[in-house]
């Protein structure tokens, strides 16, 4: 792993941890990247040196410190799901905003935001209720289709798969109705396409998903100047 983890101050005062990971050659922009409701583990890592090798130094913070300070697990059991799903509604949506706000305060822009599951959810409504960032980019977030009344304050795309057990299409399609402004990209896939090495994995739609948010955070830099 090429990260450290650092301890931001949440709005609150309360410290939690986060991985940094420094940006691979040219610095192209600070990215918060929000975890599964699994923690901040190999997965998440993996995702977070990937986006580092493109030129974005990131920060993962860890979501539950609240609940269980490090909370990380490898396993998706249900007793895993349900361990990271009570601390996630547990902590709830206004320390989660918190935090992430914490750590969009840290970076220097353009700062952008990304997340993956619990993370996708948590990186649209970033996108929706706090100021700084340049563009978000949320991986199959299961309550993005009910904040489609919720309006993105940067360019802001999300990202689905087709064959989702957990987030039914009907939904998926009343929020591209009502959100005309936000890209919705369907896959041919399940949910947790973009997870490496899991049996969720899907190749095709997790190099295209990665792609578009290249090219999204490319573009909303452009555009803001720097």
């Known amino acids: 792993m090429s990260g450290t983890v650092i301890e931001l101050k949440s709005g609150d005062g309360f410290r939690f ?8 050659g040219a610095r192209k922009g600070g990215l918060v990247l929000v975890q599964e409701i699994f923690g901040v583990n190999s997965y998440m890592i993996e995702a977070c040196e990937r986006f580092a090798a493109e030129g974005y130094e990131v920060l993962a913070p860890s979501m539950f410190d609240r609940q269980k300070k490090g909370f990380v697990t490898e396993s998706h059991s249900p007793e895993a799901i349900a361990e990271g799903g009570g601390y996630a509604r547990a902590n709830g949506l206004e320390n989660a905003m918190a935090d992430i706000a914490a750590c969009i305060a840290e970076l220097e822009a353009p700062v952008f935001i990304t997340g993956f599951c619990y993370g996708g959810s948590m990186a649209y409504l ?3 209720q706090l100021e700084g960032l340049s563009a978000a980019s949320g991986y199959y977030g299961s309550l993005v289709p009910g904040a489609k009344d919720q309006s993105p304050k940067c360019p802001t795309i999300v990202h689905f798969g087709q064959h989702d057990a957990h987030i039914p299409m009907d939904g998926v399609r009343a929020f591209e109705q009502a959100r005309r402004d936000v890209p919705v990209y369907v896959y041919d896939a399940g949910h947790g396409f973009a997870r490496r090495r899991s049996d969720d994995y899907d190749a095709h739609a997790d190099d295209l998903a990665f ?5 999204l955070f490319n573009q909303a830099a452009a555009d803001a100047g720097f």
């Open 126 to 128: 970033a996108a929706c």
């Open 211 to 215: 792609r578009r948010t290249l090219d």
């Open 17 to 24: 941890n986060a991985l940094h990971v420094p940006a691979k």
